[in-house]
């Protein structure tokens, strides 16, 4: 069975301080894993994928097949980062359906 | 250019009644997604088109709910009989095709609310 886990369902933390939003998967297969993002009032937008291996707004996402984990992390919090954060997967011959996670909103403090 | 759209916005309806909602996605975009946003259950997935054909009608939750796409591009899903617990956002999503490296594009999403 495909499923993600967000353990926390809301994480804040002080502005410029170290951000960690966790994600577990669990998959049997290869799965492709991403990380969408939903500001206050806009439509969920992807923020990155593990495929891709970049950063993204300074966030990244390493992709651990041995723990099957794929976290986000930000060295320094910013305001503007303020959202709801979902991590999805999708498998390989499923179309691309994703399954998502019940997400995680991030507060950042001034 | 212009993104995924939805309508109607929102939408209230009594219990038992049946509902419509649209998605028009990005233009050449073959493939189209579903989905439904409720307190309970998160972000969940319902029904996939490639094209005007649906290989994975999985996450349709029950034969009261139903979906078609024409010309390839609009899509309209319907509920019959709406039930209270069908009260969620519904969320459309667009890409080039479904392989993982095309993105999925989502619309602003239609809150239907059954009394």
């Known amino acids: 069975a495909q499923r993600v886990t967000q353990p926390e369902k809301l994480l804040s933390v002080f502005k410029g301080a170290p951000v960690e939003l966790k994600c577990n998967y669990s998959?049997?297969?290869?799965?492709?894993l991403f990380w969408y993002v939903q500001y206050s009032r806009q439509r969920l937008q992807l923020l990155l994928r593990?495929?891709s291996r970049e950063s993204i707004k300074g966030f990244t996402a390493d992709l651990n097949k041995g723990e099957t984990s794929f976290h986000l992390k930000k060295p320094f919090a910013q305001e503007e980062d303020s959202a709801m954060y979902y991590c999805?997967?999708?498998?390989?011959?499923?179309?691309?359906?994703?399954?998502f996670g019940a997400g995680t909103i991030l507060r950042v403090k001034s | 250019g212009a993104g995924v759209s939805q309508s109607p916005s929102n939408k209230v309806t009594e219990k038992g009644k049946d509902v419509e909602l649209r998605c028009d996605p990005i233009?050449?975009?073959?493939?189209l997604y579903w989905y439904r946003q409720s307190l309970g259950q998160g972000l969940e997935f319902l029904i996939y088109?490639?094209?005007?054909?649906?290989?994975?009608k999985s996450g349709l939750p029950s034969d009261r709910f139903s979906a078609e796409r024409t010309g390839g591009s609009v899509s309209t899903l319907t509920i019959q009989r709406t039930q209270q617990e069908d009260s969620a956002v519904y969320l459309c999503?667009?890409?080039?095709?479904?392989?993982?490296?095309?993105?999925?594009?989502f619309g602003p999403g239609t809150r239907l609310t059954v009394l």
């Open positions: 999503a667009s890409s080039l095709g479904t392989r993982g490296l095309y993105e999925q594009f």
């Open positions: 998959y049997s297969g290869s799965p492709e």
């Open positions: 593990h495929i």
């Open positions: 999805a997967l999708s498998g390989r011959g499923y179309g691309n359906k994703l399954v």
């Open positions: 233009s050449g975009h073959t493939a």
């Open positions: 088109f490639q094209g005007n054909s649906a290989p994975d």
